[in-house]
């Protein structure tokens, strides 16, 4: 029986590359979406009903649609970063000026809110 001995290799190979890139996006967004319910993190559901999280407050908007809305994740990372730039008088802290979280945490969340 004749083998092709980089065969199973090959395609080991490949289902790894398949599956790497779609599991690592996966996890940002469910990093995401852990600070963003962490009321010692992003405790954004204090002011914004978001899917899936609980005792949500009204203050803000609830966020949905996001992606439709702010197609831009820079945009996006603008407001979490610091919403007073848009809105001076906005009751939304500003999350990374004021060193609540970091860039990386910030972009975890972007993640995770582009996926309501
Ligand atoms: C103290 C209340 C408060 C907290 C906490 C808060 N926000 Fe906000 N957020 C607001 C308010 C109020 C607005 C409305 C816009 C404004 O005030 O400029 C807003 C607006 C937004 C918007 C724009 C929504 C839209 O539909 O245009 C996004 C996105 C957002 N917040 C994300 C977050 C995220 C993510 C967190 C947690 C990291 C968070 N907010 C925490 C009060 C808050």
Redesign the pocket.
């Known amino acids: 029986m004749t083998v092709f001995p980089c065969k199973p290799a090959l395609l080991i190979a490949l289902a790894l590359i398949a599956g790497t890139a779609p599991a690592r996006a996966q996890s940002n967004v469910a990093a995401g979406e852990k600070l ?1 319910f962490d009321r010692g993190k ?3 559901l ?3 009903v978001i899917k899936g999280g609980d005792l949500p407050g009204t ?3 609830e ?1 949905k649609d ?1 992606k439709a ?1 702010y197609p831009d994740r820079d945009e ?1 990372f603008a ?2 970063f610091d ?1 007073t730039k ?2 001076p008088q ?4 500003p ?1 990374g000026r004021n060193r609540i ?1 970091t860039e990386q945490e910030i972009n975890a ?1 972007v993640d995770f ?1 582009q996926t309501l």
């Open positions: 963003a992003g405790n954004c204090t002011c914004h203050i803000g908007p966020l996001i809305k996006l407001i979490i919403e848009r809105n906005t009751m939304m802290p999350f979280l969340i809110l």
